[in-house]
């Protein structure tokens, strides 16, 4: 009877040892989320609006697919993003969105993914290097030429400046090149300052009174980023949209209530959540061994005063 229940009882042991191993194959080493879809995905900054609806279209994009979405904020610093990275890596994550503080910086942090077979997808800005699946992003050349174009209308003839977003970014150097195509293409409107105000509301005050300071005939301003649109308004106080026409980009909700109130004049309405969401529908595609464009394009509007309650 010894003999026979201590036979049962090692045929037991190992049945439940085969089942644990067989489960634990089955789920992975991706884990989380349904069939092992964990996402890291890390944002530049959750301090600007902008991002914050690029993580929510993520987040409700991953809940609908049944996926975990595993979230960090780099807070625009390049060192906290690569290890924000690196800690995707260690989770083995099965996919990693990265929104880049830095395009050329964010580089070995992809790279370090690549090693370890992590497919990496880039949202509204691109990496400058590493094997990136795709880049989700609006056309931010685009988008700076139709707000060239617009601040042009707006002004007809006179000097204008340029608020420059982060040194380093794509959008930043995109925005810039089709603002100046547009100024390029005339000869009624000159930039007589351009400077960098980091894609910040506190920044752009700052600068918009030292440019107003300097060239105090300014008769408007294009943001690359709608933050700083709204400090160029706090500092031009009753002049704001009125003698010194402001366009920004973005289309956040501050910037269009600004619109509607005669503050600003323009913006160019980006689609945040709808990166988000594309980031996570492509990473699971890329999971799940399906092929994905490199470029995917996100669509930019010219918001104004006359079609600004189309965006409300």
Request: net charge negative; proline share 3%.
């Amino acid at each position: 009877m010894r003999t026979r229940a201590t036979t049962l009882l090692a045929v037991l042991m190992l049945a439940a040892l085969v089942t644990a191993l067989v489960v634990g194959c089955q789920r992975g080493g991706g884990g989380g989320g349904e069939g092992g879809q964990r996402i890291g995905l890390s944002v530049s900054t959750l301090n600007n609006p902008f991002f914050v609806s690029l993580r929510d279209g993520a987040q409700q994009a991953a809940d609908d697919a049944g996926a975990e979405l595993v979230i960090s904020d780099a807070q625009n610093d390049t060192a906290q993003q690569q290890d924000d990275v690196q800690n995707f890596i260690s989770q083995q994550v099965s996919a990693i969105l990265v929104n880049p503080v830095d395009s050329d910086a964010v580089v070995p942090a992809v790279e370090a993914a690549n090693d370890a077979g992590i497919p990496v997808i880039a949202l509204d800005r691109k990496a400058s290097g590493g094997d990136v699946v795709a880049t989700i992003a609006s056309d931010n050349v685009q988008g700076g030429r139709m707000a060239g174009e617009e601040l042009i209308r707006l002004v007809g003839s006179g000097n204008v400046a340029q608020l420059e977003g982060i040194p380093g970014t794509d959008p930043a150097r995109d925005r810039g090149q089709g603002f100046q195509e547009a100024i390029d293409a005339q000869s009624s409107v000159k930039v007589v300052a351009s400077q960098t105000a980091d894609f910040d509301r506190s920044e752009g005050l700052t600068v918009t009174e030292n440019i107003m300071q300097a060239n105090s005939d300014i008769k408007g301003i294009f943001a690359q980023n709608d933050e700083m649109a709204l400090g160029a308004v706090q500092a031009l106080g009753d002049q704001a949209g009125d003698d010194v026409k402001i366009a920004g980009f973005d289309g956040g909700e501050d910037a269009l209530n600004a619109i509607q109130d005669g503050t600003m004049n323009a913006t160019i309405a980006q689609q945040p959540d709808k990166m988000g969401s594309l980031g996570v529908e492509t990473a699971i595609s890329v999971i799940n061994g399906e092929s994905v464009e490199e470029n995917i394009p996100v669509e930019v509007n010219l918001v104004t005063q006359d079609n600004v309650s189309e965006f409300l």
